[in-house]
């Protein structure tokens, strides 16, 4: 089982604003993901990263920005939220020794934009 | 193009009875994954349980099992005793080839479970 921890859990911002959520992980993973989903839907990969200073954009275009400088930190930044970043964003890492290369995934981050 | 299709939004079962959750993929590939995840209402995905496409037996894990039918694309997840706490979403998902050696995961909609006391 991964420790992977996301703050903030919960978010409420108005329009405009510059936000941060924050993603880390303890296992020395060297993948991790970032994922959107809205209430009672599927989860949409937005961002991924293959190590340090690797990062991609995934399936669901996003306005959202990530870096990658350190192992076990993954950080998601919009520069202005709007309405429409409203949604739960989900954060996981896999380790890519294994098999399997299970995705492992934080609590997540509900964010609401006024 | 991958696809994962989940056809029961919601399913209800009485609290000690088993419940199979249906799962139906689409791929062209010959190696692939198929995941169960399961989401609780406070939001974090909880892996449950992996089946790899040349895996001869059907995954267990405890409670849960995987009805691999690999002619037909189906991989249903069987949660046998259902308890009230296996309340919540479940996801099935593929993992699909995105690079040489990575993968990345394409998920279904969801079925959400309820357990009846």
């Known amino acids: 089982e991964a420790d992977i921890y996301q703050t903030p859990r919960y978010l409420v911002i108005g329009t405009g604003k510059k936000i941060t959520l924050e993603c880390s992980q303890t296992m020395g993973h060297d993948k991790m993901y970032w994922y959107q989903q809205d209430p009672g839907m599927e989860l949409h990969l937005i961002h991924y990263s293959y190590g340090v200073n690797s990062t991609e954009k995934g399936d669901l275009s996003s306005e959202s920005t990530v870096s990658r400088i350190r192992t076990e930190h993954f950080p998601l930044t919009l520069e202005s939220a709007r309405p429409s970043h409203t949604s739960q964003y989900l954060c996981?890492?896999?380790?890519?020794?294994?098999?399997?290369?299970?995705?492992?995934f934080g609590p997540g981050t509900r964010l609401t934009v006024l | 193009a991958q696809k994962i299709t989940q056809t029961q939004p919601g399913m209800f079962v009485q609290e000690k009875e088993a419940v199979t959750l249906d799962c139906t993929y689409d791929?062209?590939?010959?190696?692939?994954?198929l995941f169960w995840y399961k989401q609780p209402s406070s939001g974090e995905m909880i892996f449950l349980i992996y089946q790899g496409s040349y895996d001869e037996q059907n995954a267990t894990e405890g409670r849960y099992s995987l009805n691999f039918q690999k002619a037909r694309k189906s991989a249903n997840l069987v949660i046998s005793a259902s308890q009230l706490g296996d309340s919540a979403m479940y996801f099935c998902a593929m993992k699909r080839r995105s690079g040489a050696g990575s993968y990345q995961l394409t998920f279904g909609k969801g079925t959400k479970l309820s357990v009846i006391p």
């Open positions: 996981a890492s896999s380790d890519t020794t294994g098999i399997i290369d299970t995705q492992y």
């Open positions: 791929t062209s590939d010959q190696s692939y994954g």
